[in-house]
């Protein structure tokens, strides 16, 4: 198992950015790729973005497409998510997650085994 802590977000006006940090411990972080996903009150979790254990090949749902950024720097176990020209329904909890299929590009929570606790993330109009 690993262990994620998520920071960095926060209350941001429409159009802003934040860069959201999950910091790994545990079980070797190369050893697992890494996800991002989002859970709104009152909805189900959905899939974010994901990047293999190497950095090289990244997946986003469709929304997130040419707003956010995944990324990865395995030589400080932290995994990123780079959100810009946010808009109030990004506005959700954001969790990270490891998955142990580390050249998987999976995209349903249930492809991974360890969660962080989340960051809020509000986004005013």
């Known amino acids: 198992q690993v262990q994620l802590v998520e920071s960095g977000g926060g209350l941001v006006q429409a159009g802003g950015s934040l860069r959201l940090s999950c910091a790994a411990s545990?079980?070797?972080?190369?050893?697992?790729?890494m996800g991002w996903f989002r859970q709104a009150l009152g909805k189900e979790r959905e899939f974010v973005a994901t990047?293999?254990?190497?950095?090289?090949?990244?997946y986003y749902k469709d929304f997130a497409k040419g707003r956010f950024t995944i990324s990865r720097d395995n030589s400080k176990n932290t995994v990123y998510l780079q959100m810009n020209s946010l808009k109030p329904e990004d506005t959700a909890v954001y969790y990270c997650?490891?998955?142990?299929?580390?050249?998987?590009?999976?995209?349903?929570?249930?492809?991974?085994?360890?969660w962080g606790q989340g960051t809020p993330v509000t986004v005013s109009s």
């Open positions: 997650a490891a998955n142990s299929r580390r050249s998987n590009l999976d995209t349903s929570y249930s492809a991974y085994s360890s």
């Open positions: 545990g079980r070797t972080f190369t050893q697992n790729a």
């Open positions: 990047i293999t254990w190497s950095g090289l090949s990244t």
